[in-house]
């Protein structure tokens, strides 16, 4: 995740003013039950792959986490303990530095995921676009079999925010690939090939939510993509407040209803003292307008601002959060 520069110091001002989560570290024991009946508005079913009796809202907004890979204390085992509610995603992050790929810097999670679909985001940060061949996708499929072997779907999010990290200027480590369109279309296409032919993968292409109009460039094409998603973190209270149609209407109607492809936030989160209005945007709100919406990603990181929403979190926090899920 990166928020472009503009984003991340508004961020930054209003976490330092804002309400942040407590400070006491808590968690909360629950039994899994897995009985309850959802009756969504939205239904999540066209997710390939979903976990049986994952973590869904009352509105049938399926539930992930990036947890922060920088504090042990964080992880997908303690916050579905202290939910008591298991997460159907798990997204990390894999640098691909040069041709030598092996994604052990990720691969190795697959012993942590409890289930969840894996949701890997593989940036090539050490290679151009045209060195992303068919045998280096090759190397990225070996990787993802990791995942596939242990029976755990996988959304791949290979190169997201590629309209961000691309762009000079607005994220770090920058894709020196750039904004080679024809470039980046080839090398996605190398790696959907690859994941095509690996039961149980899938394309997800997960752009920032900035630029929409010249984002088209970056889109690959319906048949090379499996899942559309959108990365967003509002930057203030009052982008909050314009909820998920404030935020999101463009994007759907332009990049998720032409191609009937199911969406889910990539990644978002909020830093600010309306955390838990966001987190009840994204998942309680009426969807009726947004069908294809089916699922969202919470970076459950301290990082630019304090976006825990669990960890850290006080019982009336987490009682807050809960009452958003089924």
């Known amino acids: 995740m990166k928020l472009p520069v503009h984003t991340a110091a508004l961020i930054a001002t209003l976490a330092a003013t804002g309400t942040s989560a407590s400070t006491r570290l808590r968690y909360r024991t629950h039994s899994f039950n897995n009985s309850s009946t959802i009756t969504p508005t939205n239904s999540s079913s066209s997710l390939p792959g979903l976990p049986s009796g994952c973590m869904h809202s009352t509105q049938g907004i399926a539930w992930g986490w990036l947890p922060d890979d920088t504090n042990s204390a964080v992880s997908i085992s303690s916050l579905n303990s202290a939910t008591g509610k298991k997460a159907c995603f798990f997204g990390d992050y894999s640098k691909i530095n040069d041709a030598s790929y092996d994604g052990s810097d990720i691969t190795y999670k697959a012993s ?58 607005c994220a770090s480590p920058e894709y020196p690939g750039g904004q ?27 752009p920032n939510l900035q630029d929409l109009d010249t984002l088209n460039n970056w889109w690959p094409g319906a048949e090379y993509v499996d899942i559309v998603a959108v990365d967003h973190y509002p930057s203030s209270d009052s982008e909050v407040q314009e909820g998920f149609e404030g935020n999101y209407d463009q994007f759907y109607t332009e990049y998720v209803k032409p191609y009937g492809k199911p969406f889910i936030l990539g990644e978002t989160a909020y830093g600010g003292s309306a955390k838990y209005d966001w987190v009840e945007d994204v998942t309680n709100s009426d969807f009726g307008s947004y069908p294809l919406y089916k699922g969202a990603m919470w970076f459950e990181y301290n990082k630019e601002a304090d976006f825990y929403v669990v960890y850290n979190a006080s019982d009336s926090e987490i009682s807050t959060f809960d009452g958003n899920f089924s």
Request: hydrophobic share 45%; proline share 4%; charged share 15%.
């Open 112 to 169: 942590q995921a409890d289930g969840a679909i894996m949701v890997p985001s593989v940036m090539p940060v050490g290679v151009k676009w045209s060195e992303v061949t068919a045998d280096l996708a090759q190397q990225i499929g070996t990787a993802m079999e990791a995942f596939t072997n242990q029976g755990l779907t996988v959304y791949l999010r290979f190169a997201h925010e590629m309209n961000c990290y691309a762009k000079p200027g």
């Open 180 to 206: 080679d369109y024809a470039g980046f279309k080839q090398a996605w296409i190398n790696v959907a090939d690859v994941c095509k032919s690996i039961d149980g993968c899938y394309m997800m292409w997960s």
